[in-house]
C-alpha cells in the first residue's frame, strides 16, 4: 500500500521545527512493516501544478495530512479537493489541531478521516482498514472500533469515535533524522542561523569553534494549563525520558554537528525533578540551549542560575498580559507578581528574552493596556532587552475564545460561517490585523490602536532606557504633515516652510513605522489621535473608503454606548460559557462537542 504524508503550509514562510508529528507517525508506520513517503509541501512550497504533478505520479493509496494548526484549513481544503476530483481511490486522512472542525473537513474538503489524537497507532489501524476495505465497502462498524477518529457514516451522519489512550512516553520514538534528510531539506531545519541569544552569550565564541549548526527540539508534550486562547490537542504534560531527549541531542552533535539547541516546548520546566535531572545531563553535553514556553510560577532565581550553569542563554515565558484582570479571563494560573519576578530574575542573572504578550481579549480596555504597557516598560528598564512580541487573542476552533465568539457574541454559528471563517484565518499569524475579529467591546480601530500603542512605548523605552536616538523634529512635523494629506502634499509643506522632507522617508505611504512615533515626545503625547487616522488611513487603503467609513461609525457608537454601560465582573471564559451553554441539539453537535470543548 503506498502511503504518503504531507506536511501543508501554516502560514505565510516554514518554521525552522521539524515537522516531529509527522516524523512520529511515519516511523511507527515503518515499524508496522509499511513504507511511507514524505512530501514537506510546508518547506518546499511548491506551485500547485508541482504538488498535483508528484501526487499523480505516485498515486498513493492513502494520503495523511499533518495539519498542525487551524491557519492550514485553506491549503488543507484545496488539496483535499484535488485528490477527490484527481484520485478518487485515494484515502484522505488529516491529522493535527486543524481536526477541531473535524465535520467541517468532512463536509467541505471531503476528508475520508481525521485523527483527533495522537496519529502513531490510530495511523497504523486506518491503514490496516484500508487496506480490506476498498471505496465502496465501507464497514461503519469496524470504523468505530478504531479509537481517535471521526468519519462520515453510511447514513451521512457524523461519528466521533472518542479519544484513545496517550502513548507513553517510553514508547514515543526517539526521532530519525535520516527520513528528513531522505525527503526534505535538512538544512532548512539544522542550518547556521545562530539565535541572537547564543551570539549574545560570553561563551558562544568557544561553542562556534566545534559546532556549526542550530536545531529545535523537545523535552516535553503537551501543557499543564488550561489558557482559554490556546488550543489543547494533548491532554495533560508527558515528559519525555531524559535519556531519550540526551540521545537526541548527541545524534545531532554527532550527525550534524549541532552545538545550538531550542527547546520548544510548550510547558518546559513545570516538572522541577525531571527537568532538573535534564538540565544536569545536558551540563555534561557542552551546547548551549535556550528554552520556551516556560510557566513564570515554575521558576525561581536558582533554578534559572542552574539552567544558565548548564548552557541556557535565553528563557522565554508567556507572560502575555500585566493586568491580573486579563490574566484571570485567560485562565493562565499565574499571577502580576509571579511575572515581576520572574523579570527580576533575567535581569539579576542576565539572560536573554523576549516578551510575548496577547492583546484583545473580551474584557481588555485601555486600563488594561496601559497595564500591560507598566509591565513592558519594566520589562525594558530591568533588563535592557528591547525586544517585546504582541498578538491578537486570535480565535481557533477548539478554544473557549472561539466557543464565547460562537455562543456569546452569535458569530460562527452555522457550519458555513464557521468554514467561511477558517478561510478567513488562514495563512495567518496572530499579530496579522488581517481577517481579525474583535472579540473586546471596543472598535476595531481601537485595537489595532492598542497594538501601535504598546510598540509605541517599546520605542519610547529604548529611547529613555537604552540611550538610543530619538526621532528629529524634521521628521515628526513629514509624519504629521503626511498623515493628514498626501506625501507629496506633505512633501511641498515642508519645502514651504524651509525644511526638507527626512531622507529616510521613500515612499507616501510609509514615511514612518507606526512604532516610531514613541521617538517623539511630542508625536507619543498625540498617539490616541494619531492612531486613530493612521488606523483609518490603513483601511482604506486596504479594504476601501467605505469600509473605512463604516469603522468610523462603528468606533463613535461603541464609544458612546460605553458611556451609558455598566461595568461587568470579569470572569474566566469558561466560566462565562458555562452559563450559556446549552445541550447539542443534533447527533452532530453531540459529537463536535468534545472537539469543540479541547483537551
Known amino acids: 500500500m503506498k502511503i504518503m504524508i504531507l506536511t501543508v503550509p501554516l502560514r505565510d514562510a516554514p518554521g525552522s521545527t521539524p515537522p516531529y508529528g509527522a516524523l512520529s507517525v511515519m516511523q511507527s508506520l515503518i515499524k508496522a512493516g509499511y513504507d511511507p513517503e514524505l512530501l514537506d509541501i510546508n518547506v518546499y512550497r511548491q506551485p500547485d501544478e508541482e504538488v498535483q504533478g508528484i501526487l499523480l505520479e505516485r498515486r498513493p493509496d492513502v494520503v495523511g495530512i499533518s495539519a498542525v494548526v487551524s491557519t492550514a484549513y485553506s491549503y488543507t481544503k484545496k488539496l483535499c479537493l484535488f485528490l477527490r476530483e484527481a484520485l478518487p481511490e485515494t484515502r484522505i486522512v488529516v491529522g493535527g489541531n486543524l481536526c477541531a472542525s473535524a465535520e467541517i473537513l468532512h463536509r467541505f474538503a471531503q476528508v475520508d478521516a481525521c485523527v483527533l489524537s495522537e496519529g502513531e497507532r490510530t495511523m497504523i489501524y486506518l491503514v490496516e482498514y484500508y487496506e480490506s476495505h476498498a471505496r ?83 523535552a516535553s508534550k503537551g501543557c499543564v494549563n488550561h489558557c482559554s486562547f490556546c488550543h489543547r490537542w494533548d491532554k495533560g504534560l508527558r515528559m519525555l525520558p531524559v535519556d531519550h531527549v540526551i540521545e537526541t541531542v548527541r545524534r545531532l552533535k554527532k550527525d550534524y554537528n549541532v552545538g545550538f539547541f531550542q527547546f520548544a516546548d510548550e510547558c518546559f520546566g513545570t516538572h522541577r525533578r525531571k527537568t532538573a535531572e535534564l538540565v544536569a545531563m545536558i551540563k555534561d553535553e557542552d551546547i548551549l540551549f535556550e528554552v520556551g514556553g516556560v510557566r513564570v510560577n515554575t521558576i525561581d532565581r536558582d533554578i534559572l542560575a542552574s539552567w544558565k550553569d548548564a548552557g541556557c542563554t535565553a528563557v522565554y515565558f508567556g507572560m502575555e498580559s500585566g493586568s491580573a484582570d486579563i490574566l484571570r479571563q485567560m485562565e493562565k494560573n499565574t499571577t502580576i507578581e509571579e511575572n515581576y519576578r520572574a523579570i527580576d530574575c533575567l535581569a539579576e542573572l542576565g539572560i536573554f528574552s523576549v516578551m510575548q504578550i496577547v492583546i484583545g481579549m473580551p474584557s481588555e480596555n485601555h486600563r488594561t493596556i496601559k497595564e500591560t504597557g507598566d509591565m513592558i516598560e519594566y520589562f525594558i528598564k530591568n533588563t535592557g532587552i528591547p525586544y517585546v ?12 475564545l472561539y466557543e464565547y465568539d460562537r ?21 495567518k499569524n496572530a499579530a496579522d490585523p488581517k481577517g481579525l475579529v474583535n472579540h473586546t467591546g471596543y472598535s476595531y480601530i481601537t485595537l489595532r490602536g492598542w497594538m501601535y500603542s504598546l510598540y509605541q512605548r517599546v520605542e519610547r523605552c529604548k529611547c529613555e532606557y537604552l540611550s538610543e536616538p530619538r526621532l528629529k523634529p524634521g521628521a515628526a512635523l513629514f509624519y504629521v504633515l503626511w498623515l493628514h494629506s498626501h506625501g507629496s502634499i506633505a512633501r511641498l509643506a515642508m519645502r514651504a516652510i524651509g525644511l526638507v522632507a527626512p531622507s529616510f522617508v521613500k515612499d507616501a505611504t510609509a514615511p514612518l513605522r507606526e512604532s516610531d512615533i514613541g521617538r517623539s515626545a511630542t508625536l507619543y503625547r498625540w498617539r490616541t489621535y ?25 468606533h463613535f457608537f461603541l464609544s458612546v454606548a460605553r458611556l451609558f454601560r455598566r461595568n461587568k465582573p470579569i470572569e474566566e471564559l469558561r466560566t462565562v460559557l458555562k452559563k450559556c451553554a446549552a445541550e447539542p441539539e443534533s447527533h452532530s453537535e453531540t459529537n463536535m462537542q468534545p472537539l469543540r470543548n479541547g483537551r
Open 136 to 218: 465502496g465497502s465501507e464497514d461503519d462498524e469496524a470504523l468505530q472500533a478504531i479509537k481517535g477518529i471521526s468519519f462520515i457514516d453510511g447514513s451521512d451522519r457524523f461519528q466521533n469515535t472518542g479519544y484513545p489512550d496517550q502513548i507513553p512516553p517510553s514508547q514515543l520514538a526517539i526521532p530519525d533524522f535520516g527520513i528528513v534528510e531522505k525527503f526534505s531539506d535538512i538544512d532548512h531545519y539544522i542550518s547556521p542561523t545562530i539565535s541572537m541569544s547564543f551570539s549574545g552569550d560570553e561563551r558562544f565564541a568557544r561553542n562556534k569553534e566545534k559546532y556549526a549548526n542550530e536545531a529545535v527540539l523537545y
Open 389 to 400: 512580541s504582541i498578538n491578537f487573542a486570535q480565535a481557533l476552533p477548539g478554544t473557549p
Open 407 to 427: 455562543l456569546v457574541k452569535n458569530l460562527n454559528v452555522t457550519m458555513p460561517e464557521e468554514e467561511h471563517y477558517l478561510e478567513l484565518v488562514s495563512n
Open 530 to 554: 494619531l492612531n486613530f487616522i493612521n488606523v483609518v488611513r490603513i483601511i482604506a487603503r486596504e479594504e476601501g473608503p467605505g469600509k473605512a467609513v463604516r469603522r468610523i461609525g462603528e
